[in-house]
């Protein structure tokens, strides 16, 4: 069994700068809609419930115009987009957005997606905090 932290240097980790929760929430709708436009699995990871509902209502309302189909689960399953609280891979994704305010060091991903959050000094601290441990764990950042 391979452990977490084993091979992060195949990771890329790429934050996007946001200064305001609209553009946050636009990076969110976006990003998970590209991986699904190519038929990728992709993976939300979030801190807690009150989190993950808010996910789940934005994937149903961003764009006005349409929808992302997706589930919240904790367990193994198929589905293309999910929601997880758990620090498991759920879906066998390569791409994955972490939402929480720590570190993801799970290897197996090809991409992860972070937040260098401008929009107030405490979320800027996280920010810094995941850019770092990132870095340590010799993973390729990128910023966007």
């Given at each position: ?33 590209a991986h699904f436009g190519k038929k990728e699995p992709f993976l939300f990871f979030v ?51 972490n939402l929480c305010p720590t570190p993801l060091l799970l290897a197996g991903f090809k991409?992860?997606?972070?937040f260098e959050d401008l929009s107030s000094p405490n979320k800027k601290s996280f920010s ?17």
């Amino acid at each position: 069994m391979m452990d977490s932290h084993e091979d992060l240097s195949q990771t890329r980790v790429v934050f996007f700068q946001v200064a305001d929760a609209a553009a946050k929430l636009k990076r969110i709708a976006e990003t998970a809609r590209a991986h699904f436009g190519k038929k990728e699995p992709f993976l939300f990871f979030v801190a807690d419930e009150q989190a993950l509902n808010f996910v789940d209502d934005l994937l149903w309302k961003l764009p006005e115009t349409s929808f992302l189909p997706h589930i919240a689960a904790d367990q193994p399953n198929q589905e293309r987009v999910v929601i997880t609280k758990t620090k498991s891979n759920v879906n066998g994704a390569h791409y994955t957005f972490n939402l929480c305010p720590t570190p993801l060091l799970l290897a197996g991903f090809k991409i992860i997606y972070d937040f260098e959050d401008l929009s107030s000094p405490n979320k800027k601290s996280f920010s810094s905090l995941r850019f770092n441990a990132y870095k340590q764990a010799k993973m390729t950042l990128e910023s966007r």
